[in-house]
């Protein structure tokens, strides 16, 4: 099988994908999601895989995300497996979107507003308890967060974000013990899971000096990272689960790019081998559906499962 990953850069998840494909007799090709092309009739740069992974959304502009969106969907309108779904690519970079529809699924997450005003956000710092995170709606690995808990400094910052016309996602901040889990889900299954422990602060982003420890995540820790994968329509995932102080769970991010270099050696899970395993028996699936149709005209019903 010819498995295109998508990135930026060959990284270290790239290399760990393409050896994990290597040792099971795939050929793993890294393409560089900003050299992607397309022309008409229908043909891009990526013609002649079996398989895309998403592994990486490279910064860009609003036309050049929308364009490697629209990519990705043609290639799913050909038959094409993508990992994740161009839908829930979309779905996860907004932080605002990912929450509206963690909500309508009835999952708990922390009291948020999300405005495009200074005067709309200080409102919000004060509703809030006067106390809150403020987040990029756009971002991942707890880059670009600040906790303002001042009136002062909330003014300011606000300030200075409606000058640069970004959108203001500003969330209550809760009180939690210094850890949250980082639950990995895998075609509707808990790969596996970490406890991840803040280095200094409130941070606890392995990418922002966190430590990871394995845990084994319970039933209702289950429950809430596959319902909310399913709520995004993510085959891949990283759920992360906030204890709440009255007990129970917030969930606090989805993230459609999950990495897995501190989680793997944690636990001991060959992410990269899981992953490349799901794709081939998932692409192998979607070939096997498609012919069923081809031939009968009617979609085969054993072949919906995702």
Excluded at 35 to 43: E, G, I, M, N, R
Excluded at 45 to 52: C, I, N, P, R
Excluded at 88 to 110: H, Q
Excluded at 226 to 241: M, N
């Amino acid at each position: 099988m010819r498995i295109a990953i998508l990135s930026f850069g060959v990284g270290w998840h790239v290399r760990d994908l393409m050896r994990a494909a290597t040792q099971l007799g795939h050929d793993a090709v890294p393409i560089d999601f900003r050299k992607v092309q397309a022309s008409l009739p229908h043909a891009s740069t990526l013609d002649g895989f079996d398989a895309v992974i998403v592994r990486t959304m490279p910064p860009g502009s609003l036309e050049q995300v929308v364009f490697r969106m629209d990519v990705l969907n043609q290639l799913q309108a050909k038959g094409v497996r993508v990992l994740n779904p161009a839908r829930a690519l979309e779905i996860c970079v907004d932080k605002y979107l990912a929450s509206a529809r963690l909500e309508n699924a009835e999952l708990p997450t922390p009291p948020t507003v999300v405005c495009q005003d200074a005067e709309s956000a200080f409102a919000a710092f004060q509703q809030l308890g006067g106390d809150v995170v403020v987040k990029p709606l756009f971002g991942s690995e707890g880059r670009g967060m600040v906790r303002v808990d001042s009136p002062d400094l909330a003014w300011r910052a606000f300030r200075t974000l409606e000058r640069l016309q970004t959108v203001l996602y500003v969330q209550k901040f809760i009180d939690h013990p210094g850890w949250d889990l980082r639950v990995f889900v895998l075609g509707g299954k808990v790969l596996a899971a970490m406890r991840r422990h803040a280095k200094n602060g409130w941070r606890t982003n392995v990418a922002q000096g966190g430590r990871a420890e394995a845990v084994s995540v319970t039933v209702e820790e289950t429950r809430l990272a596959l319902a909310t994968a399913a709520a995004v329509g993510t085959d891949v995932a990283g759920v992360d689960l906030l204890p709440r102080p009255e007990g129970g769970y917030y969930v606090l991010e989805v993230n459609a790019v999950p990495g897995w270099r501190a989680l793997a050696p944690a636990t001991g899970v060959d992410v990269a081998m899981e992953i490349m395993r799901f794709l081939a028996l998932a692409a192998k699936r979607d070939v096997s559906g498609a012919a069923t149709v081809a031939l009968s005209g009617k979609p085969n019903l054993i072949h919906i499962e995702k």
